[in-house]
């Protein structure tokens, strides 16, 4: 089918969004056809039909999950694209189970929009059959464009059951992707079972997979049922994958392949089945060529693959991280919550956090244990979370300026100017006034201004 000959239907109650794709539309040379509201759109199907149609998910007469499954349910077969302003992974998950073609999370480039309505004409109808979205998954947050690839990939997923390897540093939250991942199978139901390789000697780690029968080795006094076992129907996940030895490599294989297993000492071959979810912040490839991970489990492992990216690869969704953690570690300690001060919130945002989320939520505990008040200011940061000690505070404080331009740039935030200049004169009209015991003539004088001015200033600013 040509660009000229497309029919491209575009429902979104926002007039921006509207005005937007369909100027882009036509300019590409295709025949697009706006609607405010879903019913309208309806209506507009009793006689005629798009190729594509690109609607919003939350609009005031019907959502456009609601709209979706009308659509299944009255057997209209084109693609559908999914764009929102609300980017979290219900939003992916329930999208694709809906059976939309892509989902687009706002505000997305309207040349990779363009270009998605035409890989959609081009596939056809490519959607899966609508299902009732999955509930009860940890929550995932973020808006940044590295997380909604994974948000993608686990909606895409979501009627799956085959193999996956997660990847990313430590700390990235891996086990929460297995995790949503489980929760939006057709598994949903059966066990979730978690366990990280690394942390059991490798001599017991065989016994802990399959389990072992009475007396199979000294201090085996009675059956043990192991982790295959106890997943039976559901999903395993094997957390840092990339550590386990050559030997049991070997024997996880012969699962994989056959499906079934013996316990440690046992006679009786025990069949299984289990969904593997593995994870590893090694790079499995290079350890393969290293001879160190086996080639044939890789790519039996490596059926799927999800990269998680690390925290300072998505500065953005940091503000959204500190607020959820500190809350949750408000509700641990029974204790309020703490808010951050702007300055607080912008360093932590600029600080790299190597030991990225994992190393975010014990700050947010310490910082509610350790920071006086209600609110937590930048002074409060210790320094091994990009905190600064007072004398570096005093020296440095061009370095922190341009950690948090970076960090908002980073964040697609513009008008920066606007934001700084107002903030320093505040500071400097602040800590002056209290140098100077109130004086404004004195303060003037040190600020390098009229009195007048200062005063004209402070009443701009708010600090009369």
């Known amino acids: 089918m040509s660009t000229e000959s497309l029919h491209v239907w575009v429902v979104d109650d926002d007039?921006?969004?509207?005005?937007?794709?369909?100027?882009?539309?036509?300019q590409a040379g295709m025949t697009p056809r706006a609607?405010?509201?879903?019913?309208a759109l309806l209506a507009a199907l009793a006689d005629d039909s798009p190729d594509v149609l690109v609607t919003d998910i939350?609009?005031?007469?019907?959502?456009?999950?609601?709209?979706?499954?009308?659509?299944?349910?009255?057997?209209?077969?084109?693609?559908?694209?999914?764009?929102?302003?609300?980017?979290?992974?219900?939003?992916?998950?329930?999208?694709?189970?809906?059976?939309a073609f892509e989902y687009l999370p706002k505000p997305f480039d309207i040349d990779e929009a363009v270009e998605l309505v035409q890989r959609a004409a081009a596939a056809g109808?490519?959607?899966?059959?609508?299902?009732?979205?999955?509930?009860?998954?940890?929550?995932?947050?973020?808006?940044?464009?590295?997380?909604?690839?994974?948000?993608?990939a686990i909606g895409r997923l979501a009627n799956a059951t085959m193999t996956v390897l997660i990847t990313g540093e430590s700390g990235t939250g891996k086990e929460l992707v297995a995790r949503a991942l489980h929760d939006n199978s057709p598994r949903a139901a059966a066990p979730f079972i978690a366990l990280n390789t690394s942390a059991i000697p490798s001599e017991l780690l065989e016994s802990e997979l399959f389990g072992h029968?009475?007396?199979?080795?000294?201090?085996?006094?009675?059956?043990?049922?192991?982790?295959?076992?106890?997943?039976?129907?559901?999903?395993?996940?094997?957390?840092?994958?990339?550590?386990?030895?050559?030997?049991?490599?070997?024997?996880?294989?012969?699962?994989?392949?056959?499906?079934?297993?013996?316990?440690?000492?046992?006679?009786?071959?025990?069949?299984?089945?289990?969904?593997?979810?593995?994870?590893?912040?090694?790079?499995l490839a290079r350890a393969v060529a290293d001879g160190l991970f086996r080639e044939d489990?890789?790519?039996?492992?490596?059926?799927?693959?999800?990269?998680?990216?690390?925290?300072?690869?998505?500065?953005?969704?940091?503000?959204?991280?500190?607020?959820?953690?500190?809350?949750?570690?408000?509700?641990?300690?029974?204790?309020?919550?703490?808010?951050?001060?702007?300055?607080?919130?912008r360093?932590?945002?600029?600080?790299?956090?190597?030991?990225?989320?994992?190393?975010?939520?014990?700050?947010?505990?310490?910082l509610t244990v350790l920071a006086p008040g209600s609110e937590i200011r930048a002074e409060d940061i210790p320094a091994e979370f990009g905190g600064q000690d007072e004398d570096t505070r005093a020296t440095d404080w061009t370095e922190g300026l341009a950690a948090w331009a970076e960090a908002a740039l980073g964040a697609g935030q513009t008008g920066l100017l606007n934001d700084a200049l107002p903030a320093l004169e505040r500071t400097l009209i602040r800590v002056t006034l209290q140098q100077v015991r109130g004086r404004r003539q004195d303060a003037a004088r040190l600020l390098g201004w009229g009195r007048n001015t200062l005063t004209r200033k402070m009443r701009e600013l708010g600090l009369d």
């Open 213 to 283: 029968e009475k007396g199979a080795f000294t201090g085996a006094d009675s059956r043990r049922i192991g982790r295959f076992e106890q997943a039976d129907g559901g999903t395993l996940f094997l957390d840092e994958i990339g550590d386990m030895s050559p030997a049991l490599q070997t024997r996880l294989l012969r699962v994989l392949a056959e499906r079934e297993f013996y316990r440690v000492g046992g006679q009786t071959a025990i069949k299984v089945d289990v969904r593997v979810i593995a994870a590893t912040h090694r790079d």
């Open 347 to 366: 360093a932590l945002s600029a600080f790299d956090w190597p030991g990225n989320v994992r190393e975010l939520v014990n700050a947010c505990r310490r």
């Open 35 to 39: 609607f405010e509201r879903a019913d």
């Open 15 to 26: 007039e921006s969004v509207r005005w937007v794709l369909t100027r882009a539309l036509e």
């Open 58 to 99: 939350r609009m005031p007469d019907m959502s456009g999950l609601a709209l979706m499954e009308r659509l299944q349910r009255e057997r209209h077969r084109f693609p559908v694209i999914v764009v929102t302003a609300y980017s979290d992974l219900d939003s992916a998950v329930s999208a694709y189970r809906g059976g």
């Open 297 to 345: 489990l890789f790519h039996r492992l490596n059926v799927m693959r999800i990269e998680v990216p690390p925290l300072r690869a998505r500065r953005q969704d940091i503000p959204a991280l500190l607020r959820h953690y500190l809350a949750r570690a408000a509700d641990e300690l029974s204790c309020a919550p703490k808010r951050l001060s702007l300055e607080a919130e």
């Open 125 to 152: 109808n490519g959607g899966a059959d609508s299902g009732e979205p999955a509930t009860g998954y940890p929550s995932i947050i973020g808006r940044a464009p590295a997380m909604q690839d994974v948000f993608r």
